[in-house]
């Protein structure tokens, strides 16, 4: 059965793990070492049985774990070719693990089907991933500024989608960020809003998708009820009850998330979607 369960999420910290049997990958290390072995143990899972990290981009708050992580688990970091260049220069020692993945190709890593896709996003070269074991897949998908075709493919049909819903645009606006900080969010290659994470959100539930993360929402211009209650209207309007024909969650900044377990052939919750309910 695959797993998801993210142990930090947010601009000040974010890693996740997915598993399947045996196999257990890192998705981001941007919290310290110490927090990502906690949190291993937490879930039952010795960190030396970690297979593999998988990298979305350099920011700090999705690789800051690095460099104390790789001296005690030298383990492959997979990330595509620019990123990998950004973590050379970052993290000592780390040469020989890097393995560069071009966005848009998968890799087998034990139990686990791992394709990458690009994200819009201000850093050398960011991807979502998409993983899939025995016909589930989940997707992650943060730190984008607009919804490209790829991001679009990538979500559609997969079973559970934890989605960036970063900000409200009217809170950054009128918020206390200085204004190359606002600009920087709100461009095409900052961070998707609850509008837009909502509208990637309906897209994937318009195709099949059962299971929604919010996740990588701003401390200053969020709130996880505020990103709720944006992306269930949005479901609402295309005829779907949020409380009963998905589950919609928002991940935790700093803790433990709830474990996602995605079962092949489960039954899902058929409803109605109205009519040219997306644009
Ligand atoms: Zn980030
Ligand atoms: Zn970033």
Known sequence: MLTFTTLASGSSGNAALVSWGDTHILLDAGISARRITTGLKALGVDPV????????????DHISGLPVLTKKLRVPIYASAPTCGEINRRVPFV???????????????????????????DAAGSVGYSISAEGSRMVLCT????????????????????????????????GPYPYPLKRRVLGDYGHLSNEAGAELAALAVQSGTRTLVLAHLSAENNTPAHAREVVCRRLQAMGCDPERDVSLAVA????????????????????????????
């Open 49 to 60: 049985r970690i297979s593999a990290v998988l990298i979305t981009h350099e920011h700090h």
């Open 95 to 121: 040469e020989d693990l890097l393995r560069r993945q071009e966005p848009g190709t998968g890799v087998q890593i034990g139990g686990l089907w791992v394709e990458s896709f690009p994200t819009p996003h």
């Open 143 to 174: 730190d984008l500024g607009h919804i490209t075709p790829e991001v679009r493919r990538a979500a559609e049909g997969c079973d559970l989608l934890a989605c960036e819903a970063n900000h409200d645009e009217d809170w950054v606006r009128s």
């Open 252 to 279: 935790p900044r700093g803790d433990l998330g709830p474990v996602y377990r995605l079962e092949r052939g489960r039954d899902t919750v058929a409803f109605r979607l109205r009519e040219a309910a997306l644009c």
